[in-house]
């Protein structure tokens, strides 16, 4: 029951963003969950993340942990977020230079593709599509594609 859930279950069990990966079974259970919660969730917090907001407490209420992977993703470069990846690829860049973290891997391919361990330099997989970007004179923004 999320009305149960503790904040330090929440962090660890809930605090997650894309991608997301589960059976049919569970999708389903928790599609069903997510739209019974989303119009309260919105009526008390009418604002852009109310839906991710309803679709972790229809987890949390169905007992459906998530498995984080903090290396899996990032999304803001000046995030403080431990969620995210940047400080294995910041780690990576100021022990073997900037384009180390372009090869992906040591010289052993002995960067692992996702883990917890915040002592081994794992590199995201994902951009999560969430911020504005630049590089050059590009922009890249969710809702502004060139």
């Known amino acids: 029951n999320c009305l ?3 904040r330090a279950e929440a962090d660890a069990n809930y605090a ?3 991608v997301y990966l589960a059976t049919r079974t569970d999708w ?3 599609a069903n969950r997510w ?5 309260r969730v919105h009526g008390q917090y009418p604002h852009l993340l109310a839906e991710m907001y309803a679709f972790t407490m229809a987890a949390a209420d169905l007992d459906l942990k998530f498995a984080l992977t903090s290396s899996y993703m ?3 470069p000046g995030t403080s977020s431990l969620t995210e990846a940047w400080e294995w690829i ?3 860049a100021s022990a073997k230079g900037p384009r180390s973290v372009c090869l992906g891997a040591d010289e052993e391919g002995s960067t ?3 883990t917890r361990d915040r002592d081994v330099a794992a590199l995201p997989v994902t951009l999560h599509y969430c911020q504005r970007y ?3 004179d590009q922009f890249f923004g969710k809702r502004k594609v060139p």
Request: charged share 20%; net charge negative; glycine share 4%.
């Open 4 to 6: 149960e859930t503790t």
């Open 16 to 18: 997650v963003g894309p």
């Open 28 to 30: 389903v259970n928790i």
């Open 35 to 39: 739209w019974e919660f989303m119009p």
């Open 74 to 76: 990032v999304s803001d």
């Open 90 to 92: 910041d780690r990576l």
């Open 112 to 114: 692992p593709f996702a």
């Open 134 to 136: 630049t590089m050059a």
